[in-house]
């Protein structure tokens, strides 16, 4: 039976796929492999087969699907209740599920949110903490894992996160320890936390302070792929525990795999398998 | 014909009803008059009854309506849909609406936010702004008014927005100029701008200062009534334009105006409308 910890879980199944791939699911209707468009009559239709379709396609590779809640929400109720059965289907399949919603509210909305990604079925949520602690505690309470923004891989990031402190600590490196301090009741016996981080990889000069402040976090690594980061980029970000699976990092790409493009005789669905299969292999040479 | 512009639509609204007040619609089940309870069959349609007997009740005295997404996401697909009725709703009375979603993903996540508050048919949507100016743009762009979190009323926002710079300015005054240079090409005839700031009445302390960072910002001001502040709080708050109607804030209440307890002979809009009148006369006071 698995653990009711979303952190064991997330452990168990990179040790399971062998790699911490995240596969982003960002679907935009005009992106989408032409004989869907054609065969679907509705955005919200055609954005659903295709999830369920890369969902299929990358599940044996996936330690994580991520979907992007924005794409769904876009398309309104009906894309709401199809982000639901996406993410039923992905969890039906044995891969836990984190849902990119970058939420970030206090007390009683924090705990709406907190049964808003319950009641969607998903594992684990982005949280942005700018209005401090409350926003990130719900989630825990209601045994979620939370992914807590700390250094972004937009190239703008730096107009807040990087703002140097009194203390001599940046926006960011403040906002770690609190991750830290938040996540230490919620250690499970593999050493890592349900609170974890999201850090750039494009950011990756500041990983090796940023992975000192937070030995206990999963880092969610944003920017591989189709945003400039590669594997090498990675090595600041890792654990210092070596026995553990997927090094404490759950790497994420979105359109590089997703939108894989399509090699002589492959299906859609072949170019998002060999995608999501290079991309393991281009992971598993640095861990 | 309305202006295009949302601060014109919210300061023309202002005017029109004599004062600033914004009715926060937190709808909690649980917490839903006894004769909606009983009436209903499912919490979305006592919810979505309740908003729009709220919205009868005091848009009389509202210069916008606030839904907290959180509320209605926490019912699913069929709440988001409610969600979007509610607005429609408030719309038709000629009311403001900001959706109160505190997003904040950036690029073309940002993007299809903005798509999805447009197609919930909000004027305006709370925006948190951690991963820099990108995550605000789009909604401007996208022809939205924006309140961007900048200094919250929880007491544990210090934790991150009350941090000193070394620069000698505190995170939330660094957010206070970056929102300022953002919304400087949004600014209309008005001297006012489409991006506003969130600024929470039990922090008035560092209301002046702000004020003085965000001259041509409407502050959206949480905290008033249930959650202790009073009108006098809002004075370092106001614009020093003292010709421009609301002075430059909205002032929200939820649970004291939509929760407002029965009086002999009342029914629970009468309550509701008695409440949201009643703060009507308190903020005219100190205006």
């Not at 979303?6 to 452990?11: A, C």
């Not at 044996?60 to 996406?86: D, H, T, W, Y």
């Not at 107009?159 to 991750?179: H, P, Y």
Request: aromatic share 6%; glycine share 10%; net charge negative.
């Amino acid at each position: 039976m698995p653990s009711s910890r979303f952190v064991d879980r997330l452990i168990q199944r990179t040790a399971d796929v062998g790699s911490p791939v995240c596969v982003g699911l960002d679907p935009v209707a005009g992106k989408l492999p032409d004989e869907l468009r054609a065969k679907f009559g509705t955005d919200v239709e055609a954005v659903e087969a295709f999830c369920l379709g890369v969902i299929e396609a990358s599940a044996e590779f996936a330690a994580a699907f991520k979907p992007q809640s924005a794409c769904f929400e876009r398309l309104g109720a009906p894309g709401f209740a199809a982000m639901g059965r996406v993410i039923a289907q992905a969890r039906k399949l044995g891969v836990p599920v984190v849902l990119d919603a970058k939420r970030g509210d206090i007390g009683i909305s924090a705990t709406h949110y907190a049964e808003a990604v319950r009641a969607l079925g998903a594992d684990a949520v982005t949280v942005n903490a700018y209005l401090g602690p409350s926003t990130v505690m719900p989630y825990l309470e209601a045994g979620l894992g939370v992914f807590v923004l700390v250094r972004t891989s937009n190239p703008d990031s730096d107009e807040v996160q990087s703002q140097k402190l009194k203390s001599g600590e940046t926006v960011a490196e403040r906002m770690a320890g609190l991750v830290r301090t938040l996540g230490s009741s919620h250690v499970t016996p593999t050493g890592m936390s349900d609170a974890g981080a999201v850090i750039g990889l494009t950011k990756s000069a500041d990983g090796a302070r940023l992975r000192e402040l937070m030995p206990e976090q999963v880092f969610l690594v944003p920017g591989y792929g189709a945003q400039g980061g590669g594997a090498s980029d990675l090595k600041p970000l890792l654990s210092s525990n070596t026995e553990l699976p997927g090094r404490g990092v759950l790497v994420n790409a979105s359109r590089s795999v997703i939108y894989a493009p399509t090699q002589a005789n492959e299906s859609w669905q072949d170019a998002v398998a060999r995608a999501a299969r290079d991309m393991t292999s281009d992971l598993k040479s640095v861990l």
